[in-house]
């Protein structure tokens, strides 16, 4: 196969995993599958060859200025399509591709067999609620989005939202917002954006926490978050030029007198946390303790970002940090983890309304507005229950997942609560993190490791364990089925073939 490229002579070095960048200009999607459709051009134009090994996952993550996650995912994508083969110990490589002989006459050509479809992936990457099995939802989804449609006025599609109003949201919007944060903040006012009202209707937990640091930081200064965080706050951070202190945690989560020296030592603009099934550890803060992170916050006068997205899975979690110190925390809820990713719809109820307008003030600039179908049916949801029997479908579900979890691994592996869908594998002395990574991917599954998710300390051989990314609960069984197995075995027998 030539290449096109003129100083391209030859098939590349397998050996060399350096000569590989893909080249991401003018590829309008996601980062990830721009990076997969990268290596297939570079593969179908002959600048990479089959057998040819790829840079490692966080090499090439840091020359392209993205997260691990994201070119874990990319990887994943491309060994789904059967560009990639991963070797346990060995690393990640160019699958052989078949060559490209003569076309044979139309009339002597022997029909050819379809290739078989490459083995579907598991991408526990990305942490999502399980699918619940259950259709008569699924109708009830149906007609509700209908409704929304009915409902929803064309003009607003048609034109772009009035400056001049205030960046007054849709009344609506904002009373449903109240009605599905009152769940952790029942006397939380309905008011509208621009009527005394806390409340702003985001695209999407990531742009809320866009916004708010925008709003709160300018490059250079200094955010609070735990040794383990959220990554995409940690992307949000570095492409603000925000520097970011990771505060030590425990069993119970962030650790109030850890924070007090942060504080002192670095002077935080802002404290960015998840109390309840913290991500990736799921461990839920005491309710001790969020008064002394409260109280922590307003003695040294800086504000709590609190993403409390899983927030209203658990049916025993402690009020939020919201609900004890208001005037210092903005409360950010997504629907993206108990009802569904898709709607990309967070309500932040800010500490007043000024501050509701200063945030609504930076999400324009960043991102104009909420795209109104999206608002529209997390409205109609909200007002017509089918928010509350999603949600309560994905806690029945997740609850089943986390009994087949407790059944099949180790107890002393794994941290979990009984009502979330990820939990924290803690690895025992045989293996490390990226060989266990390696293990799984060669089963066709793909899983963030602790590396994703640090901001300081020392890395922890563990992993994230999303069970809501198996499609059925038999499939997650089966995912399950090989973390047991490969727990049970030292790294060398389980990367066995034969």
Not at 102 to 122: G, L, N, S
Not at 410 to 419: G, I, N
Request: with cysteine; charged share 20%; proline share 10%.
């Amino acid at each position: 196969m030539q290449s096109d490229n003129p100083e391209h002579t030859g098939p590349a070095d397998p050996s060399d995993t350096a000569v590989w960048q893909p080249d991401l200009t003018n590829r309008a999607k996601p980062v990830y599958l721009a990076i997969a459709d990268a290596l297939a051009d570079d593969i179908a134009a002959g600048r990479l060859a089959a057998g040819q090994r790829l840079p490692p996952q966080r090499l090439l993550a840091d020359r392209l200025g993205v997260d691990l996650t994201t070119v874990s995912r990319a990887y994943s994508e491309a060994r789904r399509r059967g560009l990639l083969d991963a070797r346990v110990g060995q690393g990640t490589f160019v699958s052989a591709q078949e060559g490209a002989p003569d076309r044979p006459h139309p009339e002597t050509a022997r029909p050819r067999r379809e290739a078989a479809p490459p083995p579907a992936v598991i991408d526990m990457t990305m942490n999502q609620p399980p699918l619940p099995d259950a259709p008569e939802l699924l109708d009830r989804v149906r007609r509700s989005l209908s409704q929304a449609m009915l409902r929803l006025d064309p003009q607003t599609l048609l034109r772009y939202p009035e400056a001049g109003a205030g960046f007054r949201a849709v009344e609506e919007d904002c009373a449903a917002g109240a009605r599905w944060l009152a769940k952790r903040l029942p006397d939380l006012d309905a008011s509208p954006l621009g009527d005394h009202g806390r409340i702003v209707v985001c695209p999407g937990t990531q742009s809320a926490l866009l916004a708010l640091l925008c709003m709160l930081t300018s490059p250079g200064d200094t955010v609070c978050t735990e040794e383990l965080t959220y990554p995409g706050f940690k992307a949000i951070a570095r492409q603000l030029g925000l520097r970011v202190v990771g505060v030590a945690m425990d069993g119970d989560g962030l650790d109030p007198d850890a924070l007090r020296a942060a504080v002192r030592a670095h002077s935080p603009k802002a404290l960015y946390c998840t109390p309840t099934l913290h991500n990736p550890t799921t461990a839920t803060l005491p309710a001790g303790r969020r008064a002394a992170i409260a109280a922590i916050a307003r003695e040294h006068g800086f504000p709590i970002i609190e993403d409390d997205i899983y927030g209203v899975l658990p049916l025993d979690a402690p009020p939020p940090i919201a609900a004890l110190a208001p005037d210092v925390t903005f409360h950010v809820v997504g629907l993206a983890k108990c009802v569904a990713p898709g709607l990309r719809i967070t309500y932040v109820a800010a500490p007043d309304a000024r501050q509701a307008m200063r945030l609504a003030a930076a999400q324009r600039a960043t991102i104009l507005g909420t795209p109104p179908v999206p608002a529209a049916v997390a409205t109609q949801w909200i007002a017509d229950g089918t928010a509350d029997a999603l949600l309560t479908a994905i806690r029945a579900e997740a609850s089943a997942r986390q009994r087949i979890a407790r059944d099949l691994l180790p107890a002393a592996t794994q941290t979990a609560h009984p009502e979330g869908f990820h939990l924290w594998l803690t690895l025992p002395p045989a293996w490390t993190r990226g060989e266990f990574a390696t293990h799984l991917r060669s089963h066709g599954i793909a899983a963030a490791v602790s590396d994703t998710f640090l901001t300081a300390g020392q890395v922890p051989e563990a992993l994230r364990i999303c069970l809501g990314a198996p499609v059925t609960r038999a499939d997650c069984r089966r995912m399950l089925e090989v973390l047991a197995d490969a727990l049970d075995q030292s790294p060398a027998l389980a990367g066995i073939v034969i």
